[in-house]
């Protein structure tokens, strides 16, 4: 995860580096159920709404959470399918936050009505997370459902006036890309603290759909309106999140942008994207799907590490003789391709190597989706070449074409 909103506010009013902190433990989101009440086009988990068999009893899901705490785990994000089918999501959210975790419900909003709400609000989550993926025929689209988009807004509403803190979650292709500005613009009139934009994985239904990914030269565009939206809410005193995930080489790209936009941060916003270090899969960032089985992250899912019903979460974790989690938590990772001579490689880390797995079978080559060009990542050959567009400070205009 690309938390983009501090690299600006480090571009505005830089602060002395002082030394990285790891964390303690990973970030574990959690895919308690793959029932789904819609069935969306980019679904990684391939989530329909019926009954799947075999996922873990309440019971099964306090004592995995007992390890996890006891490992340093400091953070569960609470997903499915949809997390609000389950019918003891409450319970184990409030079991979660009694224990000291940070607790996000990551939903597609839909199911959150009157009643509902006020057992959101009552468990006191540190972050919900709604997935809106264009306007409303978009969404609707997206999501396969009629009336999809205002019931999420319809969440969405619920949790601002509950004062609960809630993000938008988006994920671009090229079927939607020309709404992003919309969408920033819907951030601002709705009172939303966070814009979460998720480049598009190949992974499940993703990898099914991968042709929809957002060309290369549209995604620069994409970043650069985001990169100018976080600018913009800071220049009028807001303090708006603005993230992405799932491709990593958003990090060099932004300070390319640095580069040209305010070339006296450069070298100071540098140093913070070494020390951020790119993709976190297998290391600070886990996954545990609704059968307990664990993988380095939600895109994943074809591969698994372990099932928590059989080790502990702690042990499948630092079991390193899995060749991807040796490779993963190997620095520099043994990537081939571009990514090898990558000179942002200590930055992005080699960036999401499920796509690289996905097209080529090989989970170290390179990153099909990394959107730079061989020249300003200082290779040669024959790889792809793309024609650079100026940065601009009216990028959000420009998006489209």
């Not at 936009?261 to 996954?287: C, K, M, Q, T, Y």
Request: glycine share 10%.
């Amino acid at each position: 995860m690309f938390r983009l909103s501090r690299f600006i506010d480090e571009v505005l009013n830089p602060r002395p580096l002082t030394p990285a902190r790891p964390p303690s433990g990973p970030v574990v989101i959690w895919n308690l159920i793959r029932r789904c009440n819609l069935t969306c086009k980019h679904c990684y988990s391939i989530s329909a709404d019926k009954k799947f068999p075999g996922e873990l009893f309440t019971g099964e899901i306090y004592k995995v959470m007992d390890n996890l705490w006891a490992f340093g785990v400091p953070v569960l994000i609470l997903s499915g399918g949809e997390p609000l089918l389950r019918p003891d999501i409450f319970d184990i959210s409030r079991r979660a936050k009694e224990m000291g975790f940070y607790v996000g419900l990551s939903t597609n909003g839909t199911l959150i009505d009157d009643e509902k709400i006020r057992e959101i609000a009552a468990v006191g989550y540190n972050y919900v997370g709604i997935s809106i993926d264009g306007v409303r025929e978009t969404h609707d689209r997206f999501r396969r459902r009629e009336g999809a988009y205002e019931a999420s807004m319809r969440g969405l509403r619920l949790c601002r006036k509950m004062g609960i803190k809630v993000g938008v979650r988006f994920t671009m292709t090229t079927d939607n890309i020309d709404e992003l500005p919309q969408l920033l613009t819907m951030m601002d009139d709705e009172g939303v603290d966070k814009f979460y934009l998720s480049h598009l994985n190949y992974a499940g239904r993703g990898n099914h759909n991968r042709m929809d990914d957002a060309h290369h030269v549209m995604t620069r565009r994409a970043m650069t309106t985001l990169f100018e939206a976080c600018l913009d809410d800071r220049a009028r005193g807001g303090k708006k999140e603005f993230v992405t995930g799932n491709n990593d080489a958003d990090g060099p790209f932004l300070l390319m942008w640095v580069r040209e936009r305010f070339p006296d941060r450069a070298e100071h916003i540098e140093r913070l994207l070494r020390r951020w270090g790119g993709n976190a899969s297998g290391v600070n960032v886990a996954n545990i799907d609704n059968l307990g089985h664990v993988h380095p992250d939600t895109m994943w899912w074809h591969h698994n590490l372990g099932d928590v019903r059989e080790r502990p979460f702690s042990d499948i974790w630092m079991d390193t003789r899995d060749p991807l989690m040796a490779g993963l938590k190997q620095s520099p990772r043994p990537v081939g391709g571009r990514c090898a001579g990558c000179r942002h490689l200590e930055i992005c880390n080699g960036n999401t190597r499920t796509r690289a797995h996905q097209i080529s079978g090989d989970p170290w080559a390179e990153d099909p989706g990394c959107y730079l060009s061989d020249e300003e990542i200082g290779v040669g050959g024959e790889g792809e070449r793309m024609t650079v567009t100026p940065f601009s400070r009216h990028a959000r205009a420009r998006i489209v074409g």
